[in-house]
């Protein structure tokens, strides 16, 4: 009796050992990675459309013209990763494609990799715990796997790509761990925008990036969001300093260039 119970003593503590090292990330004391439990619905909704204006207001800001190949950055996509209780804007990314000469710089893969540099080794893996990653564009599978790895715990985005699909497999299957949720902006640019790269796709070949650099689609979504954005009052107190942050962020990228 006493033999099996410190075999069973044993096979416990090794399986501790193993959860240790491998199990999911704890998130940090007294918080929770779940920001829909701690804040009321109406709240998360708008402080994610907030978020999502502040993503296309950035691809506004950043727009490159169709034809313009001289000093060309990439495509006009852009994502932001925001602090889920201290509103911060910690890092933002850009599609820099054709600036590096690389079909692998990605808005959100070159954010996480900047992200990433500014915590040190020890705070790694619990790097991105109480944050929220806003994409201009629905992920595509290489950022999705990122973005798991990096174990982001919220993606909100705004055009859904109907090619790669990458968000809408990984949420339906729930085969993405790492990632506990991601979801669409209920915003009215957000429907037009889908609609129009519904419309757009049967006459366009290339495809949603060139359909992302229509002058109409700079004018009727991304300019009209950052012209939404900064005429916006915060309905909630609690996303006044939010909205107050994106409006701060734009006014000292248009400073510091890009
Ligand atoms: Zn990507």
């Known amino acids: 009796m006493r033999t099996k119970s410190k075999i069973a003593m044993f096979i416990i503590g090794i399986g501790l050992l193993i959860f240790h090292i491998d199990g999911p990330v704890a998130p940090?004391?007294?918080q929770?990675?779940?920001t829909s439990k701690t804040l009321d619905a109406e709240v998360q909704k708008e402080r994610d459309q907030i978020g999502l204006l502040?993503?296309?207001?950035?691809?506004?800001?950043?727009?490159?013209?169709?034809?313009?190949?001289?000093?060309?950055r990439g495509h006009?996509?852009?994502?932001?990763?925001?602090?889920?209780?201290?509103d911060t804007i910690l890092e933002f990314g850009l599609n820099r494609n054709f600036e590096k000469n690389s079909a692998i710089e990605h808005a959100e893969l070159r954010l996480l990799q900047k992200a990433s540099r500014r915590l040190n080794k020890k705070e790694y893996r619990k790097l991105f715990l109480n944050y929220t990653l806003y994409s201009s564009l629905e992920p595509c599978p290489m950022c999705q796997g990122a973005?798991?790895?990096?174990?982001?715990?919220r993606?909100?985005?705004g055009l859904d790509d109907p090619y790669f699909k990458a968000i809408k497999a990984c949420y339906y299957q729930k085969s993405c761990p790492g990632q506990w949720c991601s979801s669409k902006v209920d915003h009215p640019l957000v429907h037009l925008?889908?609609?129009?790269?519904?419309?757009y796709k049967p006459h366009e070949k290339p495809g949603i990036t060139y359909f992302l650099e229509?002058?109409?689609?700079?004018?009727?979504?991304?300019?009209?969001?950052?012209?939404?954005?900064?005429?916006?009052?915060?309905?909630?107190?609690?996303?006044?300093?939010?909205?107050?942050?994106?409006?701060?962020f734009f006014r000292n990228f248009s400073r510091s260039g890009n």
């Open 155 to 157: 993606l909100v985005y």
């Open 214 to 248: 229509q002058d109409s689609v700079r004018d009727k979504i991304f300019d009209a969001a950052k012209k939404e954005l900064f005429n916006l009052k915060a309905k909630y107190p609690r996303n006044e300093r939010l909205l107050k942050n994106a409006k701060d």
């Open 32 to 34: 929770s990675t779940d």
């Open 76 to 86: 006009n996509i852009a994502a932001l990763l925001i602090h889920d209780f201290d």
């Open 28 to 30: 940090a004391d007294g």
């Open 147 to 153: 973005m798991s790895i990096a174990r982001i715990p």
């Open 54 to 72: 502040a993503a296309f207001a950035l691809v506004a800001e950043t727009w490159q013209h169709q034809g313009q190949m001289a000093n060309r």
């Open 193 to 199: 925008i889908d609609r129009m790269y519904l419309n």
